[in-house]
């Protein structure tokens, strides 16, 4: 069955540390992939997508992600974190040429400043 | 940019009334409207999928008599929760597909009292 994990529930991090949020797909061929981030209380924003090509894909607010096909992953980066990173980033996936976007259950990333 | 406007923002309706959301696609034309709602668990159930001139197709657990969607024209759909009880408490998040992307709005939060 497809489906999207993200095996983090929360993740602790002190500003200016580096950060990486996991994510794992399983699809049969290659999906498209997402990240969305939703601030407290707020709806979902993307970050970034990837369709193909180059498997590191750069985002808004110095995110990037990276796709692995062996390793069925698409895991999310950050060189340097920001207290206002806090937040739950959700990674999603979906079928080409399909309307259906699986999410995983979200990383709540806490920033201690 | 690719926009999405939802409102309201939040609504309080008493039990077993309905309320009724909007979902507005600006600066992209939405030919799919995907409706989820996300559990105070924040994971997200995808309510249903509506294609214009298509059918709208329902996920299981959801229902067209239950939740009515209307998606009129590339630019617009709404959706009715009818007789609220307090199982359909939650935020409910329209996203529409620009292309293989999809965008969200900022959601409707609905308490039933």
């Known amino acids: 069955a497809q489906s999207v994990t993200q095996p983090d529930a929360r993740v602790t991090v002190s500003e200016g540390a580096s950060l990486q949020l996991r994510c794992k797909y399983s699809?049969?061929?290659?999906?498209?992939l997402f990240w969305y981030v939703q601030y407290q209380r707020q709806g979902l924003q993307l970050l970034l997508k990837?369709?193909?090509?180059?498997?590191v894909v750069q985002g808004v607010n110095g995110f990037e992600a990276e796709f692995s096909k062996s390793d069925s992953s698409f895991h999310l980066r950050k060189a340097s974190v920001h207290w206002s990173d806090s937040a739950v980033y959700f990674c999603?996936?979906?079928?080409?040429?399909?309307?259906?976007?699986?999410f995983g259950k979200g990383t709540h990333l806490h920033v201690l400043p | 940019g690719a926009l999405v406007y939802q409102y309201p923002r939040r609504t309080i309706c008493k039990s077993g009334t309905s309320m009724r959301m909007e979902c507005q696609a600006v600066?992209?034309?939405?030919?799919?409207v995907a409706w989820y709602r996300q559990s105070p668990q924040k994971t997200f159930e995808l309510i249903a999928l509506?294609?214009?001139?298509?059918?709208?197709?329902?996920e299981q657990n959801f229902t067209q008599e239950k939740f009515p969607i209307s998606h009129p024209n590339l630019s617009f759909s709404s959706m009715t929760v009818l007789n609220a009880y307090l199982e359909d408490r939650g935020l409910y998040l329209c996203?529409?597909?620009?292309?293989?992307?999809?965008?969200f709005g900022a959601g409707t939060r609905l308490s039933v009292l």
């Open positions: 600066g992209f034309q939405a030919t799919s």
């Open positions: 996203g529409a597909f620009g292309g293989n992307t999809l965008y």
């Open positions: 699809y049969s061929g290659t999906p498209y």
């Open positions: 999603a996936a979906s079928i080409t040429n399909a309307y259906k976007v699986i």
């Open positions: 509506s294609t214009v001139n298509s059918a709208i197709k329902y």
């Open positions: 990837y369709y193909s090509g180059d498997p």
